[in-house]
């Protein structure tokens, strides 16, 4: 089939029997219905629907090579600086409907698949019915235009099991048998944001230690999520009410996180993408230029989120009437150097892009990797100006029922603001709360902190990338050498 509507997506979910722990309980009725889930899943709905209307389905969708019919921008494989502009219209598009609060928005796998499945030939290596696999799978989530989550981590007690006497300690995830079916897998993995949200779900974890020559810890696979054995353990929602007006950000954006346990999970051979050799799964992410592919997406997402940033900061000014301060105007201009930065470095990426290996054409991967390192500082700063402009008007905030109650004279009367009337002031300024200093804002500057690895890894991740600091190391070297 073509690209799904919002109504399909939300069909699938439904009928879906994953098993779905929240709050202590198992979840039984529809996952569209849950106060936890409902508002998440009705933006992404309004998402695929975006893809097929008639005024956009031509940015948003390409002709799928297999059988002509409309499939996802962001599965289209880049071969020109022109897809690469294709590909970044369509992610824009998508990510200004979420004002980039959707880490995990659908383009995000999308590209990851797009990425993993051109460079499926690296698995012949190991064999090939993995590279076979892999082409395939990217193939079936571009036709079936298949909304996918993922988990890359294990938690902190599958890595401290590596360093006992044995590596047979339970708790690391593991394949536990081999069959004709396929394979047997037990063990836990994170955070697989949107886990609950997604049809399928990919696993791929880093791979740990082993005494053994087929590393049993090594392996990537993608599974529907109603497999049986396959548990998704919810956290505490921080969708704090549907109101769209008390809570504008989290009753629309919320993305659950969830642990993810397998125990005693068949993966059919067809869904395995690499099993046993810990060299090849770090070599493949790195191979298959994913963190590059997506961050290309993500840098698209992370500019839409600072323009909504410096909407909001923009408004408060002109409602407070701060434009005529000195400190504000720096303030406000801190947000606009970074969104400009930001913009360029996505520019940049697609001006000196060079074809790869696999015959993608690849965004250049400083100014990419440059926009991963900076973000997760220029984001919590930006947050710190919200706060610091909105003040005391973050905290006296009525809700939506006040403004209905005998006490609206009095609100309407004390809190409205410049050429605004009460409740549209209250408005922004529950939008400016709920994206600095809520629990659901709290999450979105930790996830953005942490959104490619931590500092170390993404600092080591634009040092390594850089071979032009050698010739600058050997400048400077010839210039001390000169007479």
Partial sequence: MPIKNGLQYVERLDSSKACIWIRGERLTGPVSQHPAFAGLISTQAALYDLQGREETISRMTYASPATGAPVGMSFLQPRTKADLERRRQMMGMWAE???????RAPDYMNTGMMAFGSAADLLSDLHPSYADNMRNYYEYCREQDITLSHAFIVPHAARLSTLMKTFEEPDAPRVVDKTKDGLIVSGAFLLATQGVTAEEILIFPPALPSIHEDNPHAFAFAI?????????ICRESLAAGSSKYDYPLSSRFEEMDTLVVLDHVLVPHERVFLYGDEHMAARFIEESHFHTHAGHQVLCKNIAKTEFLLGTLESIVQVLGLGTYPQVIEKIAEVIAGLETLKALLIASEANAKPDRWGLMLPD???LYTAS???PKLYPRMIEIVQLLGASGLVM??????????????IERYLRGIDMDAKAKVGLFRLAWEMSSSAFGGRQCLYERFFFGDAV??????????ADKKDYAE????FLQED
Avoid: I, M
Wanted: proline content about 8%; some cysteine.
């Fill in 97 to 103: 409907a979420h004002h980039g609060f959707l880490g």
């Fill in 224 to 232: 529907p999520n109603d497999l049986p054995g396959v548990q998704f």
């Fill in 365 to 367: 991967t400083k100014p």
């Fill in 373 to 375: 390192f900076l973000f």
């Fill in 397 to 410: 905030l009525p809700g939506e029922l006040d403004f209905q109650s005998g006490a609206a004279a009095g």
């Fill in 457 to 466: 890894k993404v600092s080591s991740r634009l040092y390594n990338g850089c």
């Fill in 475 to 478: 400048q400077v070297k010839r």
